[in-house]
């Protein structure tokens, strides 16, 4: 992954604030230009721009981007020390998501990274966020950052995750992650977490360890050992979990101070895609750290066999 361009949306809230140190210092490493965009969503800001009266939309319009390239301009020269070309843009849009994955086709974005105000609950499933809108339709890798994960502390990464079934996705995901590594000079653990079955006579349904467990756990590792040999000179680990990925995922995260998850996605589209989600998509909810999301086109989905699986 070339790091070129990078694009930071944002809506000048604390959670964006702390994603954009991080896209700073991304683009500080990597020489690439930062791209600092805002969408103007009307009638997104509450009822400070509100008229008791059917208001004048362009007036409305111009009030917003006035305030926006105000507290624009603010964040750039926060930062002016910084070594960097940054391109500061405003756009206007009934909804933010599609404008950020617009504005990244246009202008050749290699990475975009965003904050996500982490909602919880029925509302987050409903509803979604922006963040999780632009993981799954855009067509460059995203960084999410967790309002909670999103702190001015969060700007180097010394250990990275990387969740392995090795299928394309997660090759890819491995390749970009010795890619930061080597700008970072971090550590990598390849992580692969095994779903126990469910066998009958177990107390509550609950799965009981076997000799098909244990034995698909000593392949996997022999298997994984085998991926961590093409490490390009990063250090790496490997690690074999039982249990739900996306669950194992995120605590073996924590557990360990993990700085960032590289995790490759499938891609999908459609109905599907927005009510099954993904192991991706449930580890960026609640990832304690930022997530690194690489999509392959859904051409390329289609076309690509399903990966054989290395253990029982």
């Known amino acids: 992954m070339q790091l070129k361009k990078i694009l930071m949306p944002t809506d000048f809230s604390d959670c964006a604030n702390a994603a954009l140190s991080q896209a700073v210092a991304l683009a500080g490493r990597s020489g690439a ?3 600092l965009l805002h969408v103007v969503v009307m009638f997104d800001q509450g009822l400070h721009y509100r ?11 111009r009030r917003l981007e006035v305030d926006a390239a105000a507290e624009m301009t603010q964040l750039v020269e926060a ?16 909804e933010p998501a599609p404008a950020i994955v617009d ?5 050749d974005i290699d990475l975009i990274v965003i904050g996500t105000h982490g909602r919880r609950g029925l509302r987050r499933f409903l509803l979604g966020s922006v963040a999780e809108e632009v993981v799954r339709t855009a067509a460059c890798p995203v960084m999410t950052l967790r309002k909670n994960a999103a702190t001015e502390e969060s700007q180097e990464i010394e250990r990275i995750v990387v969740p392995f079934d090795f299928s394309p996705d997660s090759e890819a995901a491995f390749g970009v992650a010795k890619e930061l590594a080597t700008l970072y000079s971090s ?15 177990g107390m509550y349904g609950m799965p009981l360890p076997g000799p098909t467990m244990i034995d698909g756990t000593l392949e996997m590792e022999k298997a994984l050992a085998e991926v961590a040999q093409s490490s390009d000179g990063s250090a ?11 669950w194992e995922i995120s605590e073996f995260a924590s557990r360990t101070g993990a700085n960032l998850i590289v995790i490759g996605s499938h891609g999908m589209s459609g109905m599907r895609r927005f009510l099954l989600g993904s192991v991706s998509e449930r580890v960026l909810r609640s990832a304690p750290c930022p997530v690194l999301v690489l999509r392959r086109p859904e051409s390329e989905v289609r076309e690509a066999p399903e990966p054989v699986a290395k253990a029982s």
């Open 51 to 61: 008229d008791p009266e059917f208001p004048d939309i362009e007036k409305v319009y």
């Open 187 to 201: 550590r990598i653990d390849l992580v692969h977490a095994i779903q126990p079955p469910i066998v009958a006579g």
């Open 103 to 107: 504005y990244a086709e246009e202008h």
């Open 79 to 94: 930062r002016k020390t910084m070594p960097l070309e940054v391109h500061e843009s405003h756009c206007r849009s009934l």
């Open 236 to 246: 790496v680990e490997t690690h074999v979990l039982e249990g739900s990925p996306a």
């Open 33 to 35: 230009e930062l791209h």
